[in-house]
């Protein structure tokens, strides 16, 4: 605890209390039954009573593992840089040696349903917000190391100042987009036998060696959407509920060191969530042929459907759900 | 340069709430409704070991509140102290967390009680604006230290249990006020 102050500077108060306590144990057995009687039980967080209505200040002293402040600065604001810089690095890096995976025989021109108007709908609800929340949570966890030092003061004041502005509105509709698709969309994303060897040969998307030209079965999700879609209902339940923490104080009044550990909890999701969705990002647009198709019309090329999810195909042939979009 | 520091001698706080006045007084410019920088809490009120103490931001060497801060408003003055630029501050409440005195204070703004700029105790030397002027005033109230004077808190306190001023001399005094009531017990009750 001695420690605890020192790092505050204030050496002060501690200095006189340890130098004075060896007098006093020397001095008489009873003096030592009120020997810092009062500073440990304010040390310790006792309360009291004031007539100031302030925040939290009935109580003089409120102490926590300082070291909460260190894991942030130097272990989560270059972590979320690295999540997403270090990601995309890694990305284009891999995509230059591997290249990306073609569709064979190239696009059939049938397209087959896949989402709904309403499921690409609920994806962009989450996925736009998700894309602010990332660049200006980013802005606030790692600006003040990685942006300030290279801006002029006032617009490092603007950019922290909107950062947190867009940050507390886009946080609304991402938590609509998050539960509307973590619970609409769980029951085609339960893991299956076959997502293990998914994962044996990396989905297929590998180029060269003995993972090339493998197409392993997939079912509607492949085991690495399933795998990306559970991370993100469980990180996205966990930056959610810390978010509703510090938006909203005095809905939920959490205690200081709540607050704190909230702020860590809710970086280490974002982390999580960020890597994640560069991969998402880049699975998407650029490394499957014909993927982003299914997000912007809600229907998927044939080939592509019997390249990446061929059991979902055979199924819904079989079951005569499959439907094709009418050509004009 | 001298390292500021503030002291509360428990033995003589007799709760008068003199510096809480005094600091409002002093620094009414800058207190938004409901903003008090400074406060005296009570523990064990009306029961054995009853002993008050008087806080405020209690200037830490290595603060928390400039840890933790995402918009990077804190900085440390020639004196020691830890003052912030309200400019930058975005209201997001972090230092309020790290904080371990509870010392930032922000007046209420917005439909779901979302937060104005933060506010603190100066150790009455005002802010990052131009000494006296009307933007610092505005701002940040007082700056005492300018001027060569100590805090008002401290200056008015009626038992001179609140010392305010450089840390040796404070110190100084204050181990002379122990050594002669003889006995460690003195210190905190
Ligand atoms: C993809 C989703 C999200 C990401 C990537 C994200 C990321 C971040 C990051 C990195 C920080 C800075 C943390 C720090 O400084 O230690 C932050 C702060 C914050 N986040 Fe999020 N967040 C997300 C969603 C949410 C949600 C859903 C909410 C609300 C329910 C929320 C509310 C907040 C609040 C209130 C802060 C404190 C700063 C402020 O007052 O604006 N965030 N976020
Ligand atoms: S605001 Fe709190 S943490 Fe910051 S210097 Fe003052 S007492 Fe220390
Ligand atoms: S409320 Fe202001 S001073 Fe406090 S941490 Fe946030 S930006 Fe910094
Ligand atoms: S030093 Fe000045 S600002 Fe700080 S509590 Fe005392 S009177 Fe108020």
């Known amino acids: ?328 | 340069m001298a390292t500021m520091k503030f002291l509360c001698d428990t033995k003589r706080c007799i709760e008068c709430n003199g510096c809480v006045t005094a600091c409002k007084n002093e620094n009414d410019s800058a207190l938004e409704w409901g903003i008090q920088r400074r406060r005296v809490v009570t523990i064990n009120d009306g029961v054995k070991g009853e002993a008050s103490i008087s806080v405020a931001c209690m200037h830490c060497t290595d603060a928390p509140c400039e840890a933790v801060c995402p918009a990077n408003c804190f900085y440390k003055t020639e004196d020691g102290l830890t003052l912030h630029n309200k400019d930058t501050c975005i209201g997001c409440g972090y230092c309020l967390y790290a904080c371990p005195f509870g010392a930032p204070q922000f007046p209420k703004r917005g439909a779901f009680g979302s937060r104005g700029k933060m506010d603190k105790c100066t150790f009455c030397a005002g802010g990052p604006e131009e000494d006296h002027s009307d933007a610092e005033r505005q701002k940040y109230g007082a700056n005492r230290l300018a001027e060569g004077k100590l805090p008002m808190c401290a200056e008015l306190c009626a038992t001179k249990s609140l010392l305010a001023g450089d840390a040796e001399i404070v110190s100084s005094i204050f181990r002379e006020r122990v050594a002669y009531r003889g006995s460690n017990s003195a210190i905190w009750g």
């Open chain 1, 1 to 328: 605890m001695n420690r605890w102050f020192k790092q505050l500077g204030l050496v002060l108060i501690v200095a006189l209390t340890t130098a004075f306590s060896a007098v006093s144990f020397a001095q008489s057995a009873p003096a030592a039954e009120t020997e810092g009687q009062i500073w440990s039980q304010l040390k310790a967080g006792a309360t009291g009573e004031t007539t100031s209505h302030g925040q939290f200040h009935n109580q003089p002293i409120n102490t926590y593992d300082l070291r909460l402040l260190d894991v942030r600065s130097d272990w989560l604001a270059p972590g979320l840089m690295l999540a997403l810089f270090g990601m995309i690095i890694i990305f284009v890096v891999f995509i230059k040696i591997n290249g990306i995976s073609k569709l064979h025989g190239g696009f059939s021109g049938k397209m087959v349903y896949r989402w709904s108007k309403f499921d690409v709908s609920i994806h962009w609800l989450g996925a736009i917000p998700c894309l602010l929340l990332i660049l200006t949570g980013l802005v606030l966890l790692s600006g003040r190391y990685f942006f300030q030092p290279y801006i002029g003061e006032g617009m490092w004041a603007s950019m922290v100042y909107g950062a947190k502005q867009v940050h507390d509105v886009m946080a609304i509709p991402f938590m609509i987009g998050w539960a509307l698709m973590t619970v609409l969309w769980a029951k085609n994303q339960l893991p299956k036998l076959y997502d293990l060897k998914w994962m044996m040969v990396v989905g297929g998307y590998i180029n060269f060696g003995p993972f090339k030209g493998k197409h392993p079965d997939a079912g509607f999700a492949n085991a690495g959407e399933k795998l990306w879609f559970w991370a993100f209902a469980a990180f996205g339940l966990v930056i959610s509920a810390s978010g509703m923490l510090l938006l909203f104080p005095n809905l939920f009044e959490p205690s200081r060191t709540l607050s704190l550990i909230a702020l860590i909890l809710h970086s280490v999701s974002a982390i999580i969530i960020t890597a994640f969705s560069i991969v998402h990002i880049f699975m998407a647009t650029v490394m499957s042929e014909g993927g982003m198709e299914c997000m912007v019309s809600g229907y998927c090329d044939e080939t592509w459907a019997t390249q990446h999810h061929n059991l979902w195909f055979d199924e819904i042939k079989e079951n005569g759900t499959l439907k094709y979009k009418d050509q004009a």
